[in-house]
């Protein structure tokens, strides 16, 4: 059911119809075997998943920050990046059930 990106998109959003839920990506959004065969990186299909936040990968990086920062603004969430000067926000204040939910990414020290 998770093995492609529509796949992936069908299992967050029935998962979020169930019950409550904040999706977050940890990061290396458009690295896989798809960007490799295809040749360039699937940012409008990865703008279809119902994700709150993501945060930038080392991958994410490969083809410079212009072409990242780019392609996240064409994203209906933000892209976070808190250990590089990439142009993107470092956190992004989410209010999930009246609780604040801060997602920030990635951690100090890591690509």
């Known amino acids: ?38 040749g360039e990186r699937p940012w409008q299909e990865v703008a279809g998943l119902p994700l709150v936040a993501a945060a930038a990968g ?16 064409r994203l209906p969430f933000p892209l976070l990046c808190a250990n590089a000067d990439a142009g993107l926000p470092g956190h992004v204040l989410y209010t999930f059930a ?6 920030f990414g990635p951690a100090p020290g890591r690509p």
């Open 1 to 38: 059911m998770s093995g492609t990106g529509t796949g992936v998109e069908r299992m967050l959003r029935s998962e979020r119809e169930r019950q409550p839920t904040v999706w977050l990506d940890a990061g290396d959004l458009t690295v896989g075997p798809g960007a490799q065969l295809l």
């Open 58 to 73: 080392n991958h994410d990086f490969d083809e410079g920050v212009t072409a990242l920062t780019e392609a996240a603004r």
């Open 98 to 103: 009246d609780l604040p939910v801060v997602p």
